[in-house]
Each structure stands twice: as C-alpha cells, then as structure tokens.
Nanobody
Framework: QVQLVESGGGSVQAGGSLRLSCAAS????????IGWFRQAPGKEREGVAT???????SYADSVKGRFTISQDNRKNTLYLQMNSLKPEDTAMYYC????????????????WGQGTQVTVSS
C-alpha cells in the first residue's frame, strides 16, 4: 500500500522560503518517479518538480532556480525547498508518485498525497 504524507506548508510573505516534506512508503522506486505537483484555485494541477530512481531531477520552468527537490532514502522522505517565493506560487501542493516516463504529467500519477497548502502574500 502506497502512502504519501505531506507536511510543511504554511503562509509566507513574498521572497520568503518554505520546505515541504513527504513521507513515502510502499512503492517500488524503480517503477516510479516521485515529486511535487500543485494546483492553484481555478487552475489545472501541474507538475512542479520530480526525481527518478537514478536521482535525475526535472523542474517546471516557473520554479527553476528557486525550488530544489531532494530525497533522504534512509528516511524515505522527499523534500521541496522553495526559495524566493512569489504570490503565484500560492497553491495546494501534492506529493505524488508517477509512472516512468510520465514523471511531470498528471495522467501519469498513480498515487497522490492529501496535499499541503502554501500561501504567499505580496
């Protein structure tokens, strides 16, 4: 049984930082990439950053240079360090496991976490 449990969301002013965490269990890393998606009010859910079993990372253009995805395999925990946050980063952030090679595509996601809210004020 795959479980993805996010934490670390909150409210921050523009320019600030947050770190999201995702405790992951129950999936085979060779078949999946794991990462973060987000959905803002009135917008479609989109891929933000993912990491595959080889450690290769992918980022949405809108977050490149500001967000960093990483994982601690000993703790089975995924992180998203978000710096220089902007109001347009406001969204519900979801941890997700997607089937390779559709790592950044919503249709490729097999498992979702419950989400954690990030709100950035100007």
């Amino acid at each position: 049984q795959v479980q993805l449990v996010e934490s670390g969301g909150g409210s921050v002013q523009a320019g600030g930082s947050l770190r999201l965490s995702c405790a992951a269990s129950g999936y085979t890393s060779s078949n999946y990439c794991i990462g973060w998606f987000r959905q803002a009010p009135g917008k479609e859910r989109e891929g933000v950053a993912t990491i595959d079993s080889d450690g290769s990372t992918s980022y949405a253009d809108s977050v490149k240079g500001r967000f960093t995805i990483s994982q601690d395999n000993r703790k089975n925990t995924l992180y998203l360090q978000m710096n220089s946050l902007k109001p347009e980063d406001t969204a519900m952030y979801y941890c997700a496991a997607a089937q390779v090679p559709w790592c950044m595509e919503v249709p490729g996601v097999a498992y979702w976490g419950q989400g954690t809210q990030v709100t950035v004020s100007s």
